[in-house]
């Protein structure tokens, strides 16, 4: 009876050093494992012992005979990887431990930020005797996109605040919640009081649309509506309108999916998860019965990842359609497009999801708020438009930034002074600040694993800065540290 991997899997890797027989891919060494849009137990080898199930954070392993109907997919997902046979180890190779050179006193590093890039940097150097962690939050609540990003529904996912927690709880790590860095604390501040400094802070804008009408009333980003509907402190007086027929969704990413699942799902079935009681209040009293999710390129180009849409077309109550039309001349065998290729199907009642290809959006429509929008080849009408094109990382004060990707430039996380081009003492990156917004939650454990690499190749050559002393206890920076538990 083989184990099987299923769509809450974060792609951390856990699961693949606690497998005795390494039929779990592709493993984190593999070039493949940083695209992955999951890991795969392979039925033919798999010895059903269980120990993945134990090592996966978020409970997406189940033994095949404990899926539900919705999982079934997941079957034949994780089969199909193993078709083409790939060499493998006996065992997963194990990353090296971190060789540090001694110094007279214990490593202190601050990390700006608390998502999963930043627990994942702690836990790394905490694997470092005696080094200690300062973790700089602006926030009331730790863990930036899993508390603020994960949608409520993906009960299972937000289960990765769980590990955060273990990491958090290490005795070495201070969490230093309510503190923003350039406002409270400079960067040159932290580096008297640290030995290195690195910034997890993510992508907190979203990227703009650039036509016309984008600024009418009626249109808001999926950044926005994400961080309302999971009561980002910054979002929690924002109002969509959601009282007409038909919302649009710009982009198809898997935030796009998620936006509009929100926006058709039976709203009692999120009244027992984390959602915002405000959002809740809205979706019960929203007229919105249609979403359309627009893709401006061909459905072989979809960016979400077929875990969700896997997850998206079994969605109690909501009715998931393509028109035929849409999907005409996809051939090739993708396991994406043949899935979209079973939601092509008549008028059935419910809400519903319609997910459209190949239009590229022209203008939208209205006067004093949205109507519609004017595609090349058609116009749809809509009262509301979320645009879901992807986030954007915003300049760090004190730091270069690189405007047209909007990252902090480095090379292996270590930053980049922009006119010399050399590194900046003691400066790094890690997470979508470093590498821009795409991944996993999993994808930044190695991302934050190579950072702290650089950096202690750095402490080990001399090449961190002159440490002056010790955090203030009581100062600008520890304004708050005690640290709520999310669970
Ligand atoms: P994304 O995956 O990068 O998708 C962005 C979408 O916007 C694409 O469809 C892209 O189309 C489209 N787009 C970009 N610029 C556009 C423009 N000017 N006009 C029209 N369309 C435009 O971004 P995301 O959905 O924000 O996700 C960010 C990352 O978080 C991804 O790695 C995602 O997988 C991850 N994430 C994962 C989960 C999960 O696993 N459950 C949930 C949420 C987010 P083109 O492809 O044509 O450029």
Not at 259 to 271: C, K, W, Y
Request: net charge neutral; proline share 8%; hydrophobic share 40%.
């Amino acid at each position: 009876m083989p184990h099987v991997v299923t769509q809450s899997c974060v792609g951390d890797g856990s699961c693949v050093h606690a497998c005795p027989v390494n039929c779990i891919q592709p493993t984190p060494d593999d070039p493949a494992f940083e695209l992955a849009e999951m890991l795969h137990v392979d039925p033919a080898t798999c010895v059903d012992c269980g120990a993945c199930v134990s090592a996966c954070p978020v409970d997406a392993i189940k033994p095949h005979s404990r899926l539900d109907p919705g999982e079934r997919a997941f079957l034949a997902i994780n089969a199909g990887y193993h078709r083409v046979p790939r060499a493998r180890p006996l065992l997963a190779p194990v990353r090296p431990p971190l060789r540090v050179r001694r110094s007279a006193r214990p490593l202190r590093v601050a990390i700006v930020g608390s998502g999963p890039a930043a627990m994942y940097a702690a836990e790394e150097i905490l694997t470092i005797a005696d080094a200690r962690v300062d973790v700089y939050e602006r926030l009331p609540v730790p863990f930036g996109l899993v508390h603020a990003g994960i949608a409520p529904d993906h009960r299972r996912t937000r289960r990765i605040a769980r590990r955060l927690d273990a990491i958090a709880a290490d005795p070495r790590l201070r969490m230093r919640l309510g503190v923003e860095i350039g406002t409270d604390v400079t960067h040159d501040q932290l580096l008297d009081t640290h030995d290195a400094v690195i910034y997890a802070v993510g992508a907190a804008a979203d990227r703009r649309l650039e036509v016309p009408g984008a600024a009418l009333p009626g249109v808001a980003s999926a950044t926005q509506l994400v961080a309302w509907y999971n009561g980002h402190p910054d979002h929690a007086d924002r109002r969509f309108d959601l009282a007409h027929r038909r919302a649009v969704v710009i982009g198809n990413g898997n935030v796009a999916l998620d936006v509009a699942r929100i926006l058709t799902v039976d709203p009692e079935t999120l009244a027992d998860t984390d959602i915002a009681p405000a959002a809740l209040a809205a979706l019960r009293a929203s007229q919105v019965e249609e979403v359309v999710v627009v893709g401006r390129r061909g459905p072989q180009e979809s960016a979400f990842t077929l875990p969700e849409l896997v997850g998206l077309s079994a969605t109690p109550g909501v009715v998931v359609t393509v028109p035929a039309a849409d999907l005409a001349g996809t051939s090739a065998a993708d396991p994406k497009v043949d899935l979209l290729r079973t939601l092509v199907a008549g008028d059935r009642p419910g809400r519903r999801i319609t997910l459209r290809y190949g239009l590229s959006l022209e203008r939208v429509l209205g006067e004093e708020a949205v109507t519609g929008l004017r595609f090349d080849r058609e116009t749809i009408d809509a009262g509301l438009v979320i645009t879901s094109i992807g986030y954007r990382g915003m300049p760090v004060a004190g730091l270069p930034y690189d405007e047209a990707t909007g990252t902090i430039p480095n090379a292996d996380g270590r930053v980049l002074d922009l006119t010399t081009g050399a590194p900046l003492p003691g400066t790094y990156v890690v997470g979508w600040i470093k590498r821009g917004p795409t991944g996993f939650i999993g994808t930044n454990k190695s991302c934050s694993q190579d950072t702290v690499l650089a950096m202690v190749e750095d402490h080990n050559a001399g090449r961190l800065g002159a440490r002056r002393d010790q955090p203030a206890s009581n100062g600008p920076s520890s304004r708050r540290e005690s640290m709520p538990s999310l669970r």
